[in-house]
């Protein structure tokens, strides 16, 4: 017999340092590893995470496969703005990272298996896109859930505003969008934004719980439902993250990204008031310098 080309690697076999990457007993977990700043995301890491949820796909012996971050701090808090920053001034480059970002959620959303999130810690901006990029999600009752979106200079346009309105309805999805707003993990279980939230202490026991009841079903039965269930989130996501990835790469930009990543850089909050008041006074908000360019007549 031919050396089998489509199945998983040992996961000892590859070295990753942004994330960790653990397999055993039909179940391979996924850990964010970048706990000293709070476990966002860079370029790194997206890397590491296609190549990871891509062998956990191909491995047959994988049955379920779960995500989670390391300590007990932060699941996730998004993109790493401290490597953003330099989008600033080559938006260009943001769209070649807004692709790699895509790619690994499609990776994780077309395992052909379930994924569960294990929420251990604060669960914010795009770290929710990862959360919700799960098929369920088990959040210890110590934590919370945010979007941060139009507070920081950016648009959750990653998942949260295709799928939030199918997951917790399209109010409930307004007012986690709009006021960015912290929402306990007790809440978010009530909505809809988490199946389960439970002890902190019981947060391994029942994902474990999960798991095995995931694995005493049929794998291609479970493929195929969930490639079935999967067909509202692909109309959405493929209606719109094309033409998202372009509108957020150009408006890098703009005046509001620069403020929020600056605000953040400096430890203060953004002055929207200033931002506003060039808009109701036409001066030029959408121009870092409030120059509008002259043109020739």
């Avoid at 790619?103 to 294990?118: D, F, M, Q, T, Y």
């Avoid at 369920?136 to 110590?142: F, I, M, R």
Wanted: aromatic fraction near 10%.
């Amino acid at each position: 017999m031919p050396q089998r080309s489509y199945t998983g690697q040992p996961a000892s076999s590859f070295n990753f340092k942004a994330i960790r990457y653990e397999k055993s007993d039909g179940r391979a977990t996924v850990t964010f590893n970048r706990p000293k700043v709070l476990n966002c995301v860079n370029h790194q890491m997206l890397t590491e995470l296609s190549v990871a949820f891509k062998d956990a796909s191909w491995d047959d012996e994988v049955a379920v496969l779960v995500l989670t971050g390391e300590g007990e701090r932060a699941f996730c808090t998004g993109a790493d703005l401290e490597e953003q920053k330099q989008f600033l001034q080559r938006p260009r480059d943001y769209w070649k990272w807004m692709g790699d970002f895509i790619e690994v959620h499609e990776r994780l959303r077309n395992l052909g298996k379930p994924s569960i999130a294990s929420l251990n810690g604060i669960v914010v901006g795009g770290g929710n896109e990862f959360n919700i990029s799960c098929d369920l999600a088990v959040a210890a009752d110590d934590i919370y859930i945010r979007q941060v979106g139009t507070s920081h200079g950016s648009v959750a346009l990653a998942g949260a505003t295709q799928f939030l309105p199918l997951i917790v309805g399209d109010r409930r999805a307004r007012e986690i969008l709009l006021l960015n707003e912290e929402i306990p993990a007790p809440k978010a279980e009530q909505w809809g934004l988490v199946n389960w939230s439970v002890p902190r202490a019981e947060l391994g026991t029942k994902v474990d719980e999960i798991v095995e009841k995931l694995k005493a079903k049929f794998p291609e039965k479970t493929r195929y439902t969930k490639q079935q269930l999967n067909f509202w989130r692909d109309f959405s996501w493929h209606s719109t993250i094309g033409h998202g990835r372009d509108w957020l790469a150009i408006h890098n930009t703009s005046p509001e990204t620069w403020e929020g990543v600056q605000s953040f850089d400096e430890k203060r909050p953004p002055d929207y008031e200033s931002i506003r008041r060039r808009w109701a006074d036409d001066q030029a908000p959408e121009w870092l310098d409030g120059k509008i360019p002259d043109i020739e007549e």
